[in-house]
T-cell receptor, first 111, second 113 residues
């Protein structure tokens, strides 16, 4: 059973701080990793994806992947109240095109 | 504008009714998916399709069925709805390549009384 686990949260940070969201996965065969943001009552929205070890930056977001430790994280710099949402980590295996999602971490950014 | 559409957005029905949740995409994607999500819980894949006339069951067992007669259309049907089917149903699609990114529709919130 391929699993994706996220730190349970909820996570609360002050506005302007760095929010750190973490995710581990069970299968070393995982190849692609995704971070989705889901506002309450809305559908998930892709914000970052990463395929190779190391860091990938996009604006205020940085995704970090360490395949040896089976660990992927998302850093949000200069957090804003509009970043308050549930963040879902997802991984795919091989060429089967299916994503397995974690349960998500609820982030609250306090003004 | 390329997008993925789901209708209805909300549906409240009685037990035993047959329902069809619609999903269409204008992004030209071959692959389409149905996920089920309960409040505060993770998404579970219930059906997927890699192309016309191709459908497979997902990781979570579901009494629903799907069809893929046209590339852009992937409806989900429940022959006899029950209260246990109450959930949010999310349709998604992805394009070509091995490192796929999913794009989601706005979802259908189904309530079976």
């Amino acid at each position: 059973q391929k699993e994706v686990e996220q730190n349970s949260g909820p996570l609360s940070v002050p506005e302007g701080a760095i929010a750190s969201l973490n995710c581990t996965y069970s299968d070393r065969g995982s190849q692609s990793f995704f971070w989705y943001r889901q506002y309450s009552g809305k559908s998930p929205e892709l914000i970052m994806f990463i395929y190779s070890n190391g860091d990938k930056e996009d604006g205020r977001f940085t995704a970090q992947l360490n395949k040896a430790s089976q660990y992927v994280s998302l850093l949000i710099r200069d957090s804003q109240p509009s970043d308050s949402a549930t963040y879902l980590c997802a991984a795919s295996w091989g060429s089967n095109y299916k994503l397995t999602f974690g349960k998500g971490t609820l982030l609250t950014v306090n003004p | 504008e390329a997008d993925i559409y789901q209708t209805p957005r909300y549906l409240v029905i009685g037990t035993g009714k047959k329902i069809t949740l619609e999903c269409s995409q204008t992004m030209g994607h071959d692959k389409m998916y149905w996920y089920q999500q309960d409040p505060g819980m993770e998404l579970h894949l219930i059906h997927y399709s890699y192309g016309v006339n191709s459908t497979e069951k997902g990781d979570l067992s579901s009494e629903s069925t799907v069809s893929r007669i046209r590339t852009e259309h992937f409806p989900l049907t429940l022959e006899s709805a029950r209260p246990s089917h109450t959930s949010q149903y999310l349709c998604a699609s992805s394009g070509g390549g091995t490192n796929e990114k999913l794009f989601f529709g706005s979802g259908t919130q189904l309530s079976v009384l």
